[in-house]
C-alpha cells in the first residue's frame, strides 16, 4: 500500500495530531545532520547498503521525501564507490530537480556546488575535476554514452525517478542494461515511487526491490462537488479559504505550466490587497523555467509566515518541499504527444491519472496530517482518469531517441530491449523524418549526415539546419538562431505593459522572419557590451540572452571540433533563410487566407501568432516555415520565416516539385509548388525497411 490514504478519506491512522506537532516543530530546528538522520532511509541505511554490496542493480522504492534523491549518492560515495578518480553519477528526467538537489547536497556536505558536488544539464556543466557527485539529466548520461559507451567514468549510477518514465530513462534503462551486463564492476541503482517497482526488477532479471518504511500522515480528500468551470478561480478561492480559516500549515498548488502557475499567483496577491490587514501570505511559484534563485526560495521560510507554493507538476515528485499541509489539485497536466500521421509535437492539457492524482495528495502529509482539496469531481477521479500516465516513449516524437540509438549501433530498433516499446508508427514516422533530413539512408541506415547531426545536443531539425549553415557559409549566423531558440522566449511583454514591449520590440523587428529578428536581437545585444540594461529597456529578457550567449560559445566550440569552418555571412540574410528552410521544410505552410495557413504536406491548417513580424509585411507571403505549432484555442505557428517556393522544391525534393510551365502560366510566372504524396513515400519507407528485414 502507498501508505497515503489518498482516496479513502482520512486514511492511514498513524502518529496522532499532538505528537505530529511535535515532530514538525523540531523539524524546524534541527541542524544538517539531524534532518538527515531523520529521513526514513537513515533508518534502513546498513540494509540498504548491504543489498547493494551483494547485488549489482537493485530497485529502490519509497515515497517521495524519504531520502532517495539526496542521500543514495552520499551513502554511495562514503561507501567508496567513487574510489579510483570514478564517479557517483545521478540522473534526474527534470532539470530543476538536477540542479536544485545537486545544491542541496552541495550545502549537506559542506561543499562548495560545481566541485565535489556537481551538476550537468543540457549546455550547463557545473562539474569538474574533484567532481564525485554528479546530478544531470538523464539526456546528459544518454549522450555521454555516446562518446563513453561503457560510462567508465562511473562507479555507480542512481537512476532516480524511473517511475516518471521519461522518453530518456526509457532509452536509458536498455542502454544501462547492455553497459551493466559488461561491466561488472559498476553498481545500477533504480529508484521508483511505488509505481512500477515490479516492472523494473523483471526488467533487469528479477532483481532486488528494497522498500524504505513510509513515514506519512492520514490526508483527508475532499472531491468538488461539481465540475469545475474555471480551475484558477476556484483554486484561488480555495487558497484564500484556507489561509483566512484553517489552521497553519503552507499549501502547495499543482497547476498545469508557467501561464497559469503565474496568474494564480498573481490573482492571489491581488484579492489579498483587497483585504484589509489580512495575515501575511508568502505566494511562490515554481516551475522548470523559473530562475533558480527564485526557485530556491520555495525551500526557505522559518515557518512564521504562511507559504502558498504553487507549481507545475514538478512538485510532484522530484521536489519535497517540508511543512506542506494542504495541497489543491487542479487536476490537469501538460503533456508533449506525437501526432504520428501529421509528424508534429504538441504540448496539451490532459486530464491527470489517478497515480498523479495520489501522488499530488500524498504532498500534504508528509510532516503531519493534512488536506487534499481536489477541484474534481469523485465521479471524474474514478471513471474519467487512467490509472496511470502512459509513458512519454509510447506518446512523443521519437527522431531524437531513433537518431542516438542508430549512433550507438541499434540496427533494428524494432529489437531494442525497451521496457515499454513504443508503437510502430511512429518509429516509422520518426524515421522518415529523419530521412527526409538526409540522417538515413534508404534503408535505414545512419548517413554522414545524420552521424553529424548526433554529435549536436539538438533536436534532429536545429542539428540540420547547423549542418547546411556549413554548406551556405553562414556558420555564425545560425549557430546564433539556434542559441536564441534554445532559450526561454527573449522577448517580453509584461502584462499591462503590453503596447510598451511593442513598440520596443518593433525597432528590430525583421517582418520576413522571426528567426532573423532573433539574430537581430542577438546582434545588438552584442554590441551593447551585453548589457542588461539595454535588455531591460528593450524589454528583451536578459537572463535568457546571457543563456544564449553561453549556448551560442557551446554550439561554436561543439561546431569547430566537427571541423566546421567558422563563417559569417555578414548581410547575406537569403542564405540565413535558405539554411532555415533546409531544417523545417517538414514545417512548410502555403497561405491560404490573410492569417490563415494550410500545411503544405497535410492540409492541416495553422494560424500565424498575432506577435508575429509577418504582419508588418504588406501582404502575406504565399509561402512561409515554422518552427513549431503551438496549440491554445486552435493551432499557431511560432517562429515563423518566409522562404522562396524554389528553396523548398530544392532542399525538400522529396515532398516539393514545382509544377509544370502551364500552370506557371497560369499563375502568372510565379514559381508554384506542389506537395509531393506523403503517403507514397512512407510507403517507399516501410519498403526500404522491408526488404532490409528480409535481407537480414
Ligand atoms: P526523495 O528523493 O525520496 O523524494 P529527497 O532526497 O528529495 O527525497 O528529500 C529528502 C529531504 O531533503 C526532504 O525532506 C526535502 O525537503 C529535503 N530537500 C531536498 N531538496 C532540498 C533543497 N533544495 N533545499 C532544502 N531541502 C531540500
Ligand atoms: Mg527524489
Request: hydrophobic content about 40%; aromatic content about 8%.
Amino acid at each position: 500500500s502507498t501508505g497515503q490514504g489518498a482516496d479513502s478519506g482520512s486514511g492511514t491512522g498513524g502518529i496522532g495530531d499532538a505528537k505530529a506537532a511535535a515532530v514538525s516543530e523540531f523539524a524546524q530546528q534541527k541542524t544538517i545532520k539531524q534532518q538527515r538522520e531523520f529521513l526514513p532511509v537513515f533508518s534502513v541505511r546498513n540494509d540498504l547498503m548491504q543489498v547493494i554490496r551483494d547485488h549489482q542493480v537493485v530497485i529502490v522504492v519509497g515515497e517521495t521525501g524519504s531520502g532517495k534523491t539526496t542521500q543514495l549518492t552520499q551513502y554511495l560515495c562514503e561507501a567508496g564507490y567513487a574510489n579510483g578518480g570514478r564517479m557517483i553519477g545521478c540522473t534526474q528526467p527534470r532539470r530543476v530537480a538536477a540542479t536544485s538537489v545537486a545544491a542541496r547536497v552541495a550545502t549537506e556536505m559542506g561543499v562548495k556546488l560545481g566541485q565535489e558536488v556537481g551538476y550537468s544539464i543540457r549546455f550547463e556543466d557545473r562539474t569538474d575535476a574533484s567532481t564525485k557527485i554528479k546530478y544531470m539529466t538523464d539526456g546528459v548520461l544518454l549522450r555521454e554514452s555516446l562518446v563513453d559507451p561503457d560510462l567508465s567514468q562511473y562507479g555507480a549510477i542512481v537512476m532516480d525517478e524511473a517511475h516518471e518514465r521519461s522518453l530518456n530513462t526509457d532509452v536509458l534503462l536498455g542502454i544501462l542494461k547492455r553497459v551493466v551486463a559488461g561491466r561488472r564492476d559498476l553498481k545500477l541503482i533504480i529508484t521508483s515511487a511505488t509505481m512500477n517497482a515490479d516492472k523494473f526488477s523483471a526488467f533487469f532479471g528479477e532483481v532486488p526491490c528494497f522498500f524504505i518504511p513510509g513515514r506519512t500522515f492520514p490526508v483527508d480528500i475532499m472531491f468538488s462537488k461539481g465540475p469545475v468551470e474555471d480551475y484558477v478561480e476556484t483554486a484561488v478561492r480555495q487558497i484564500l479559504d484556507i489561509h483566512l480559516g484553517s489552521p497553519p500549515g503552507d499549501i502547495l498548488v499543482f497547476m498545469t505550466g508557467q501561464d497559469d502557475v503565474e496568474t494564480t499567483c498573481e490573482v492571489v496577491l491581488e484579492r489579498l490587497a483587497q483585504l484589509e490587514d489580512p495575515a501575511p501570505l508568502n505566494v511562490l511559484p515554481i516551475y522548470s523555467q523559473l530562475p533558480e534563485e527564485r526557485q530556491r526560495l520555495v525551500f526557505e521560510g522559518d515557518g512564521s509566515v504562511r507559504k502558498c507554493i504553487v507549481a507545475t507538476n514538478i512538485a510532484e515528485t522530484s521536489l519535497t518541499v517540508d511543512g506542506i499541509v494542504y495541497v489543491i489539485d487542479c487536476g490537469f497536466y501538460k503533456l508533449k504527444t506525437y501526432d504520428p500521421r501529421h509528424g508534429m509535437d504538441m504540448l496539451l492539457m490532459y486530464p491527470i491519472s489517478q497515480a498523479n492524482a495520489n501522488q499530488r495528495a500524498g504532498r500534504a502529509g508528509r510532516t503531519q496530517p493534512g488536506t487534499c482539496y481536489r477541484l474534481y469531481t469523485e465521479n471524474a477521479y474514478r471513471h474519467e482518469m487512467l490509472e496511470s500516465t502512459v509513458p512519454e516513449i509510447q506518446r512523443t516524437n521519437l527522431s531524437n531517441a531513433v537518431l542516438l540509438l542508430k549512433s550507438l549501433g541499434v540496427r533494428d530498433l524494432l529489437e531494442f530491449d525497451f521496457l515499454d516499446p513504443p508503437p510502430q508508427a511512429n518509429i516509422l514516422s520518426s524515421m522518415y523524418q529523419l530521412w527526409t533530413l538526409g540522417a538515413l539512408d534508404n534503408l535505414g541506415e545512419l548517413t554522414p549526415v545524420g552521424r553529424a547531426m548526433s554529435g549536436f545536443p539538438l533536436d534532429p531539425t536545429l542539428s540540420k539546419m547547423l549542418i547546411t549553415s556549413n554548406e551556405l557559409a553562414c556558420t555564425t549566423e545560425i549557430a546564433t538562431v539556434v542559441s536564441m531558440l534554445s532559450v526561454p522566449p527573449v522577448l517580453m511583454r509584461p502584462r499591462g505593459r503590453e503596447e510598451e514591449a511593442d513598440t520596443a520590440h518593433e525597432r528590430f523587428s525583421v517582418p520576413e522572419s522571426d528567426h532573423l529578428t532573433l539574430l537581430y536581437v542577438f546582434r545588438l545585444y552584442e554590441s551593447n557590451r551585453f548589457s542588461d540594461a539595454w535588455c531591460d529597456k528593450n524589454f528583451i529578457n536578459p537572463r535568457s540572452m546571457r543563456n544564449a550567449r553561453e549556448v551560442r560559445d557551446q554550439l561554436l566550440d561543439l561546431m569547430r571540433k566537427a571541423r566546421m569552418d567558422m563563417r559569417s555571412c555578414g548581410n547575406d540574410f537569403d542564405l540565413v533563410r535558405k539554411a532555415i528552410c533546409s531544417a523545417y521544410f517538414y514545417h512548410a505552410a502555403k497561405m491560404k487566407s490573410v492569417e490563415e495557413y494550410v500545411n503544405m504536406r497535410t492540409g492541416k491548417p495553422c494560424r500565424l501568432e498575432r506577435s508575429s513580424g509577418i504582419f508588418r509585411l504588406g501582404s502575406p507571403p504565399d509561402y512561409i516555415v515554422y518552427h513549431e505549432l503551438v496549440m491554445t484555442s486552435r493551432e499557431y505557428m511560432r517562429g515563423v520565416t518566409v522562404v522562396e517556393p524554389s528553396w523548398l522544391a530544392t532542399l525538400g525534393p522529396m515532398f516539393f516539385k514545382v509544377v509544370t510551365m502551364e500552370n506557371r502560366l497560369r499563375s502568372n510566372y510565379r514559381d508554384h509548388l506542389e506537395a509531393e504524396s506523403m503517403e507514397r513515400e512512407l510507403e517507399r519507407a516501410r519498403e526500404a525497411a522491408r526488404i532490409r528485414q528480409e535481407a537480414e
